[in-house]
C-alpha cells in the first residue's frame, strides 16, 4: 500500500501534462527541457519535506531505496529529455515501493560506479499502474558494498500510440 502521494491521472493538452499543481511541458525546446528539470527538482524539493529521511522502503527488496542529491543529476538529465519521465518523478513514492528487480549487473558508467563505490547495479520495473500513461517505467538501483541502495535513474518507457 503506498503511504506518500495518492495516484492521480494527470490531465494533458497538446503541450503541457499538469499534476497536482505540477505543469510538465511536452515540447523539446531547450526551453522546455530546462523547465522539466526545474519541475523536477521543484517535486523532489517537495518529496524531501514529505520524506525527511529521503528513503521509501521497497516490498521487492525488502530494503530501503534512497533518493539523495546525488541521484538527481541523473534524474532530471533524463526528466529533461523525456516528458514522461518527469511525469513519472512524481510517483516517486509508489515507484520505490512497488518496483520489482529484474535484473543484476555490474556498474559501467563512471557515474555508477562513483555511485555504488564497489557494489553493483539493480534493474527494476514497474508496469502494474492504474492508467495507461506509460507502459512501464525501469528504476535503476546501486547497490553499495554496505547493502545501502540508491536510486541511480527513472525512466519511463512510453506508451506506443
Known amino acids: 500500500m503506498t503511504t506518500g502521494r495518492p495516484i492521480v491521472e ?15 511541458p511536452k515540447g523539446k525546446t531547450k526551453e522546455d ?14 518529496w524531501c519535506a514529505e520524506n525527511p529521511s529521503k528513503k521509501r522502503r521497497n516490498t521487492d527488496l525488502k530494503s530501503e531505496i534512497e533518493v539523495n542529491t546525488e541521484s538527481m543529476g541523473k534524474i532530471t538529465s533524463n526528466a529533461g529529455s523525456n516528458y514522461k519521465s518527469a511525469l513519472a518523478f ?4 509508489f515507484i520505490l515501493e512497488n518496483a520489482k528487480k529484474v535484473k ?9 560506479k562513483k555511485l555504488v563505490k564497489g557494489g553493483y547495479m539493480l534493474e527494476m520495473k514497474l508496469d502494474n499502474f492504474e492508467f495507461e500513461f506509460f507502459k512501464e517505467i525501469k528504476l ?3 547497490v553499495k558494498r554496505n547493502k545501502d541502495k540508491v536510486v541511480y535513474s527513472i525512466t519511463a518507457v ?3 500510440k
Open 10 to 24: 494527470p490531465l494533458e493538452d497538446e503541450n503541457f501534462v499538469y499534476i497536482n499543481g505540477f505543469v510538465i
Open 33 to 46: 527541457i530546462k523547465a522539466r528539470e526545474e519541475v523536477t527538482k521543484s517535486m523532489y524539493a517537495c
Open 90 to 93: 512524481y510517483y516517486l513514492d
Open 104 to 112: 543484476t549487473s555490474q556498474a559501467k558508467s563512471n557515474r555508477q
Open 140 to 142: 535503476m538501483v546501486g
Open 158 to 160: 512510453e506508451v506506443e
